[in-house]
Nanobody
Framework: QVQLVESGGGLVQAGESLRLSCAAS????????MAWHRQAPGKQREYVASITSGALTNYDDSVKGRFTISRDNAKNTMYLQMNSLKPEDSAVYYC?????????WGQGTQVIVSS
């Protein structure tokens, strides 16, 4: 079974940047597509971005041009570079991946963007 652990969240001001990491153990190589989702207080979890094993990426319109998803198989880690953060980006961010044909999710890391 693969485990995913997010890190890198925190409190920043609007306009600043953060980079989230998602560490996979024992290996990211066995994970197919991966994604970031987020959930703000009182709202449903929503899609943010995804990346295939072949490094094809896709983004929700709300983050396109500001966020960049990537994965480093050598480091067993997926990243989400978040620039020009807005207060509406505040949420718990979850990383997930398809392992043995089902989604596995981490516990989440909180991002708070103050105005």
């Amino acid at each position: 079974q693969v485990q995913l652990v997010e890190s890198g969240g925190g409190l920043v001001q609007a306009g600043e940047s953060l980079r989230l990491s998602c560490a996979a153990s024992p290996s990211i190589a066995s994970i197919n597509a991966m994604a970031w989702h987020r959930q703000a207080p009182g709202k449903q979890r929503e899609y943010v971005a995804s990346i295939t094993s072949g490094a094809l990426t896709n983004y929700d319109d709300s983050v396109k041009g500001r966020f960049t998803i990537s994965r480093d198989n050598a480091k067993n880690t997926m990243y989400l570079q978040m620039n020009s953060l807005k207060p509406e980006d505040s949420a718990v961010y979850y990383c997930g991946g398809i392992y043995n044909d089902h989604w596995v999710w981490g516990q989440g890391t909180q991002v708070i963007v103050s105005s």
